[in-house]
């Protein structure tokens, strides 16, 4: 079975990879999709973000990093892939994804949206409060993988480390 988990990844966190490898291992395939959102202002661009998670995904036979635009349940039907997983860490993220479930699945019935809690270590985690710890010089090497981490502070820094 294909799934597909996808996101904005800016940057990539260790929740993230977290779910993923769970996925890697539940899941024939996993498709790693990063969504090209032209409302969103990411740090990263998309190429920058699909070099990062191969980066971080080299180990994986079974895992795939691409990219889309447009609706999701379109991209999976584009993919012949039927089902979703989104991580969740709190209440919080289940209303908003709940709510895109539904979404999604009035837009396409066949197409399932499956959760992932994430693990307790990282409930707290997101790409937001990586970009802003790094901002402020906090340590940020226990949220991100350590390429990710310079490549964060090469942005933040203005391409000097």
Request: with cysteine; net charge neutral.
């Amino acid at each position: 079975m294909v799934v597909i988990y996808p996101g904005s990844f800016d940057p990539v966190t260790y929740g993230h990879l977290d779910i993923i490898d769970r996925c890697a291992k539940k899941f024939d395939k996993v498709i790693v999709a990063i969504l090209r959102n032209t409302t969103k202002k990411c740090v990263f661009s998309v190429e920058e973000r699909v070099e990062l998670l191969k980066k971080a995904l080299e180990k994986y036979d079974n895992v795939e990093v691409d990219c889309f635009s447009g609706l999701l349940v379109d991209y999976a039907r584009q993919k012949g892939c039927s089902l979703i997983v989104r991580g969740l860490r709190a209440v919080s993220d289940y209303e908003y994804e709940m709510q895109m479930a539904h979404v999604n699945n009035k837009l396409a019935a066949d197409i399932e949206t499956i959760f992932m809690v994430s693990r307790e270590k990282y409930s707290y985690l997101s790409s937001s409060i990586v970009k802003e710890v790094a901002v402020f010089g906090g340590n940020i090497s226990c949220f991100v993988p350590d390429f990710v981490e310079k490549a964060l502070k090469e942005k933040i820094n203005g391409g000097q480390n």
